[in-house]
Nanobody, 126 residues
């Protein structure tokens, strides 16, 4: 099991940017899918962005064009670059990985992932 640790969260004004990082106790490079999820108070956890071992990416409609998921294999780290942040982006952000094979259409589903980090808080003020 991989222990995941997120960092990079914080408070920012609307229109600002943040970059989240996720590192693991074991190698992340060979994980088939990795993803970022978020959960706002009183809401269900939702998939934000995913990336597979071939570099294919997928985004939720709410962040497409503003967020970019990437992976640095040399540093064994997953990133989420968040630009043009909005107050509705306020949430706890989690990274997750899976050791299994996911259909692309399922790559933003919570149920598809095995290992989770503890989360990093992102707060966007208007």
């Amino acid at each position: 099991q991989v222990q995941l640790v997120e960092s990079g969260g914080g408070s920012v004004q609307a229109g600002g940017s943040l970059r989240l990082s996720c590192s693991g106790s074991g190698s992340l490079v060979r994980r088939i899918w990795m993803a970022w999820f978020r959960q706002a108070p009183g809401k269900e956890r939702e998939g934000v962005a995913s990336i597979n071992i071939a570099g294919y990416t997928r985004y939720s409609d709410s962040v497409s064009g503003r967020f970019t998921i990437s992976q640095d294999n040399d540093k064994d780290t997953l990133y989420l670059q968040m630009n043009s942040l909005k107050p509705e982006d306020t949430a706890m952000y989690y990274c997750a990985t899976t050791r299994g094979i996911l259909a692309v259409a399922k790559s933003l589903d919570v149920d598809g992932y095995d290992d989770w980090g503890q989360g990093t808080q992102v707060t966007v003020s208007s």
